[in-house]
């Protein structure tokens, strides 16, 4: 598939040129890899009475199962950009030519652990990451990283929702939550359900609302307790349960996939909305916009290994949208990756391609090894306001630095990121 960018004809700013692009640096930001509810009982008491399936890890951590198929992503990886030129296919990278920076959650940090021996199998590479802090990379908002206003954060999500607000989104999704509530079984107790529910209700008769904490916004309700469970859904089946264990044995397939939907429409109330985005992605793309500067010393590869908010942060502030196999539309599984290409040309003009990258649910669910007969999903992404005449998914090096500059805020205090290429554990 990089292999593809060798031979992408690309249009100047005259008549088309026929400039094969080289590929010079990439950027990985991913999702960490398959984890159990963060919460023991994932949702809270009176939501059912049916006993949720173990794990084989505490609640959040990366379990065994995800972290192979981190492994098998990134020998997929390793092959497909040496493929590209970027580095040799065997034996171990050195030190400098790879920089894997993760959160400070153990999911993350495990995840670019199993990455990096994915990459390069036996040979030590190190994962860095802050010691026990939250990590502006992947929080700027709870780290002051960012000037942040939670009164003006809700209300640029009523402003982008529109009329109905949120509760109107909640509305729309009606089917996925009674898809939710018949694996639920007997949703929901009167401690749940709004004054006037009765003994019991249904989960879509729960409110869903804004609540505006000292952090960014969240939503509670309906919306909320829909995207947590199609998630929990999905995690189980990824994680290879029998199909006896998903959803408590009532639900398939294809009911997860359609459920899931929930989790991308909060994510798009919460993430994607401009005020919040243009904050939340700040310090990684302007970290991104440094590391694909070709005068600068920065790893043929670096690797932001975050959540599924990171991914939402930077596709709202670059208005990216994906659709992937039958995921939901912008949904960011565990292993999603936004990638960052910088390339060049004969003339040396330098240029940025955007993909999306993630196995199949088959693909993390059965652990199949990753071959070029057999990818993972990988689409090459429209940048709105960004494309060169002629190939849309190609934008000029300056013209994406001024993109990130105008989309996203100022932030402050990020010169010790710069430890990112050289510190490790």
């Not at 630095?401 to 010790?416: F, I, M, N, Q, Y």
């Amino acid at each position: 598939m990089i292999i593809a960018i060798l031979a992408t004809l690309i249009a100047g700013s005259a008549p088309a040129r026929a400039d094969r692009l080289i590929l010079d640096r990439v950027v990985l930001v991913m999702r960490h890899g398959i984890r159990p509810p963060t919460k023991a009982p994932p949702l809270p008491e009176g939501f059912t009475r049916s006993a949720w399936p173990q794990w084989p890890v505490p609640t959040a951590y990366l379990t065994p199962h995800g972290a192979e198929a981190i492994r098998l992503l990134a020998g997929f990886e390793r092959q497909d950009y040496a493929a590209a030129g970027l580095f040799a296919a065997n034996g171990c990278l050195a030190p400098d030519t790879v920089s894997i920076w993760a959160d400070t959650d153990e999911r993350t940090v495990k995840t670019g652990e199993a990455f990096a021996e994915g990459l390069s199998p036996g040979c030590g590479l190190k994962t860095g990451h802050e010691a026990g802090n939250d990590d502006p990379f992947f929080s700027p908002i709870q780290t002051g990283t960012v000037d942040f206003d939670a009164t003006k954060a809700v209300a640029a999500i009523e402003a982008w929702v529109g009329p109905g607000g949120v509760q109107a989104v909640a509305d729309a999704h009606r089917a996925e939550l009674d898809r939710l509530q018949a694996v639920l079984g007997d949703c929901c107790a009167a401690t749940l359900c709004p004054p006037s529910g009765g003994a019991s209700c249904a989960l879509s008769d729960l409110p869903t609302v804004i609540e505006q904490g000292r952090g960014a916004p969240k939503l509670k309700g309906a919306m909320a307790s829909g995207s947590t469970l199609s998630e929990i859904l999905l995690l189980e089946y990824l994680e290879g349960k029998p199909m006896a264990e998903v959803g408590f044995g009532r639900i398939d397939r294809a009911g997860i996939m359609a459920a899931l939907a929930l989790h991308p429409a909060e994510f798009s109330l919460l993430h994607r909305s401009p005020y919040i985005a243009a904050r939340g992605a700040a310090p990684l793309l302007r970290r991104i916009v440094e590391t694909l500067d070709a005068s600068g010393k920065a790893p043929k590869l670096s690797v932001f290994v975050g959540h599924d908010t990171t991914l939402a942060y930077l596709g709202g502030a670059l208005d990216l949208h994906w659709s992937a196999g039958d995921y939901p539309r912008d949904d960011p599984p565990p292993g999603a990756t936004l990638g960052f290409e910088g390339l060049h040309d004969a003339k040396g003009r330098r240029f940025v391609r955007l993909f999306y990258e993630v196995q199949t649910p088959e693909q993390m669910r059965a652990l199949t090894p990753l071959a070029p007969s057999a990818p993972p999903i990988k689409i090459y992404l429209s940048l709105p306001g960004c494309g060169s005449s002629g190939d849309e998914t190609i934008c000029k090096a300056e013209a994406f630095d001024h993109l990130v500059k105008e989309r996203t805020v100022e932030t402050r205090g990020l010169a010790s990121l710069h430890r990112v290429e050289t510190s490790s554990t």
